[in-house]
C-alpha cells in the first residue's frame, strides 16, 4: 500500500514538472508577442508602410524601403533557391541511390545547421568583394543558400511518400520517366513541398546577419538588383540600436510586422498541406 | 475437386449470372472458332532476376490474340513478374534483370535501342491494387496515357466517353466528371484504371489480379467486363483464384516456382490436367 501511495505521488509530480516546463516554456513567447504587439501596434499605419523614412528629428515616415527591399530579397532568394532545391530533391528522391546521392544528402545536412552569419562571410567573399558593391543580388543569393537544404530536403523526404505504384501507373502508360516524374510525382507531392518553401521563406525573410555584409541595407528606394537593399531585419537592427525614441518606435512596428509576416507565410504552409477535400478538383 | 464442381455448375444456373457474362459458352469459342486465333505475344526461354534470386527459369508461352489468357499459380511463383516482363516493366525495379526474348507480332520488345515507352502504350497494364492518379479528375485519369505523354488527343469528350463505356463506369461517373478520381469506390477506381488503359486502345491489356482489392460484387463487374473486352483486345490475367480463371479465360498457363508447368485450353487445364502439380493445385492440395 505504501507503495502504491508512493507511485501515485510520482505520478502527480511528474505531472506538475511537465506542466511547470510547458509554463516556462510558453512564458518567454507569449511575452514577446504581447510586448510586441503592445509596443510596436501603435507604429502601424499607412505611412510607415508607404513613406520613406524621414531624417532624424522629424517624426513620422515610414519603412518602404524595407518593405520594398524585404520583398525583393526574398523573391531572388525564391528565384535562386526554389528551382536548384526542389530539382535538387527530386534527382535526390528519384535517383539519389548513389554515392553522389549521398554525398549531397549530408552536404545538405551539415549545411541546415551552419550558422547564417557563415554563409554571409561566404557570399561577401564570393559576390560582393568580385562585384566591388554591396547588392540585392548577393543577399538574395545568402538567403537562397540558406534556404537551400530545406527545400531540398522537404522536396526529398515528400516524393519519398508518393507510392511507387503510382510511378508505376504512369510508366505503364507509355509516358516517358521524366514526364512521370513532373506530371504525377512532383504534383502528387505539391502541396507538402510548397509547405516547405513557405517555412523556409518564413526563415529566410527574418535573416539578419547574412543581409549585413551582403544586402547591407539602403534608406532609398532602391529597386536596382546591383544595388545595395534595405530590409526589415536589418532596419530594425539599425533603428533598435540608434539612440532616437522615433527609431524605437518604429523598430517596434517593423518587428511586429515582420512576425505578422513570418505567421501569415506559416498559415498559409498550413492552409496547403490541408488534403484538398476529396470532392475538390 | 472444388473447381471442377463450381465451373461444371456455372451452365446448369445461368440466371445468377448477368446475361452478358454467360462465360461457359464463350468458354468453347476457342474450339469452336473457324479460324485459329493468330499468337499475339510469345515469350522464349524468360529468365527474370530479382538481383541474384531466379525467380522465372525460362518460359515460353504463347499468348493468342483476341483471347483471354489466365496465368494462375501459387503466390510467389512469378505471376507479376512475367507479365511485367511483357510491358518491359520489370526492369525499372533496381537490380531487376531478364533474358530470353518477348515477342510482339513476331518483334522483340527486347532488341537494342527499341523504346520502352513506345511499347507500353501498345501493351496496356492493369494493376492489383487500384492507382488513379490523385491529383486528377476522372477526366484527367482517363486521359493522362495521352496529357501527361504530352500529346493531344484528336477528340478528349468522345474518348473519354467510349473508354468509360468500355470500362462499364460511364453511367456512374458521367454526371461528375470533374471530381476527383480518388473519390471513387475501390472497384470503380479500378474501373477508372482499367479505362485509363484503355484510352491509349493498346493491343494487349494487362491485368495482373485485378480483383485482388475488390469486394464481391465490384469482382463479378470486373470479370464480366474482362469477359467482353476479351472478344476485342488481347487479355493476360493473372489470379489466384481458379474460379475466376475459369470464368473469364479461354487459355490457361500454370506457374510453378518460376517454371510454366502446364499450359492448355482452360476446359482442359481445369478437367484434365496433365501435370500432377497442376492437378494438386486446382483441387486445392496445396498454395
Ligand atoms: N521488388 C522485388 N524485389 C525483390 N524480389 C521480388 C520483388 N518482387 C517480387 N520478388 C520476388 O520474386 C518472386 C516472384 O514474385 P511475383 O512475381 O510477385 O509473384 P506472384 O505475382 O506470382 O505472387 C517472389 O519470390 C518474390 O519474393
Ligand atoms: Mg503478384
Redesign the interface.
Known amino acids: 500500500m505504501e507503495n502504491f501511495r508512493w507511485r501515485k505521488n510520482k505520478d502527480i509530480l511528474a505531472r506538475w514538472l511537465c506542466l511547470g516546463m510547458v509554463v516556462l516554456a510558453i512564458v518567454p513567447l507569449a511575452s514577446v508577442l504581447f510586448d510586441l504587439t503592445i509596443k510596436g501596434f501603435g507604429g502601424l499605419n499607412w505611412a510607415f508602410f508607404t513613406e520613406m523614412p524621414k531624417p532624424v528629428g522629424e517624426s513620422g515616415g515610414g519603412m518602404a524601403n524595407a518593405f520594398a527591399g524585404s520583398a525583393i530579397l526574398v523573391g531572388l532568394s525564391c528565384a535562386f533557391g526554389i528551382p536548384v532545391g526542389v530539382l535538387g530533391g527530386v534527382y535526390l528522391a528519384e535517383f539519389g541511390?548513389n554515392a553522389l546521392g549521398k554525398a549531397v544528402r549530408f552536404a545538405a545536412d551539415v549545411m541546415s545547421g551552419v550558422p547564417s552569419i557563415t554563409v554571409g562571410i561566404f557570399v561577401y567573399t564570393v559576390i560582393v568583394l568580385s562585384m566591388r558593391r554591396f547588392s540585392a543580388i548577393a543577399g538574395g543569393v545568402a538567403l537562397a543558400i540558406l534556404m537551400l537544404p530545406t527545400v531540398m530536403r522537404t522536396t526529398e523526404e515528400l516524393l519519398r511518400l508518393v507510392?511507387d505504384?503510382?510511378?508505376?501507373?504512369?510508366?505503364?502508360?507509355?509516358?516517358?520517366k521524366w514526364?512521370?516524374i513532373l506530371?504525377?510525382v512532383l504534383?502528387?507531392g505539391?502541396p507538402g513541398i510548397a509547405t516547405g518553401i513557405m517555412l523556409a521563406v518564413a526563415r529566410a525573410a527574418g535573416e539578419t546577419a547574412p543581409l549585413l555584409f551582403t544586402a547591407f541595407g539602403s534608406n532609398f528606394l532602391a529597386l536596382k538588383l546591383d544595388q545595395p537593399v534595405g530590409s526589415l531585419p536589418v532596419q530594425i537592427y539599425t533603428y533598435a540600436v540608434s539612440p532616437y525614441e522615433e527609431w524605437h518606435r518604429q523598430a517596434w512596428a517593423a518587428a511586429l510586422s515582420l512576425v505578422l509576416l513570418v505567421l501569415i507565410l506559416n498559415i498559409l504552409a498550413r492552409v496547403l498541406t490541408r488534403q484538398?477535400g476529396?470532392?475538390?478538383? | 475437386m472444388l473447381t471442377l464442381l463450381e465451373t461444371t455448375t456455372m451452365e446448369e444456373r445461368p440466371m445468377t449470372q448477368p446475361p452478358t457474362f454467360a462465360a461457359p459458352t464463350a468458354r468453347a469459342e476457342p474450339t469452336a472458332a473457324p479460324v485459329a486465333p493468330s499468337v499475339k505475344m510469345q515469350t522464349e526461354a524468360l529468365c527474370a532476376w530479382f538481383g541474384k534470386n531466379k525467380v522465372l527459369q525460362g518460359i515460353s508461352l504463347p499468348i493468342l490474340e483476341k483471347r483471354v489468357t489466365a496465368l494462375i499459380g501459387p503466390s510467389g511463383c512469378g505471376k507479376s513478374t512475367f507479365i511485367r516482363c511483357l510491358?518491359r516493366?520489370h526492369e525499372?525495379i533496381?537490380g531487376a534483370k531478364m533474358d530470353g526474348r518477348v515477342l510482339l507480332d513476331n518483334e522483340d520488345v527486347y532488341v537494342r535501342g527499341m523504346d520502352p515507352?513506345?511499347?507500353?502504350?501498345r501493351v496496356?497494364?492493369v494493376?492489383q491494387?487500384p492507382?488513379?492518379?490523385?491529383?486528377l479528375?476522372i477526366r484527367d485519369n482517363v486521359l493522362?496515357?495521352w496529357?501527361?505523354?504530352?500529346l493531344r488527343p484528336k477528340d478528349p469528350d468522345t474518348l473519354v466517353e467510349k473508354a468509360l463505356n468500355q470500362a462499364a463506369l460511364w453511367n456512374e461517373v458521367k454526371d461528375s466528371l470533374?471530381?476527383?478520381g480518388?473519390?471513387l469506390s475501390g472497384g470503380q477506381q479500378q474501373r477508372l484504371?482499367i479505362a485509363?488503359?484503355l484510352a491509349?486502345e493498346p493491343e494487349v491489356l494487362l491485368m495482373d489480379e485485378p480483383c485482388s482489392a475488390l469486394d464481391p460484387i465490384a469482382t463479378a463487374k470486373v470479370e464480366e467486363l474482362i469477359h467482353e473486352l476479351g472478344q476485342k483486345y488481347t487479355i493476360v490475367i493473372v489470379t489466384h483464384s481458379m474460379q475466376q480463371a475459369a470464368r473469364v479465360s479461354h487459355h490457361t498457363a500454370f506457374l510453378y516456382m518460376g517454371d510454366l508447368v502446364e499450359y492448355n485450353a482452360t476446359d482442359a487445364l481445369f478437367t484434365r490436367p496433365a501435370d500432377r502439380r497442376t492437378e494438386d493445385y486446382i483441387t486445392g492440395r496445396f498454395g
Open positions: 541511390e507510392p505504384t503510382l510511378r508505376e501507373a504512369g510508366l505503364a502508360l507509355g509516358i516517358p514526364r512521370v506530371g504525377v504534383r502528387t505539391a484538398p476529396k470532392q475538390g478538383r | 510491358n516493366l525499372v533496381p515507352v513506345g511499347l507500353r502504350r496496356g497494364m494493376f491494387r492507382n488513379p492518379f490523385p491529383t479528375s493522362a496515357g496529357k501527361l505523354a504530352g470533374n471530381r476527383n480518388a473519390s484504371c485509363r488503359a491509349l
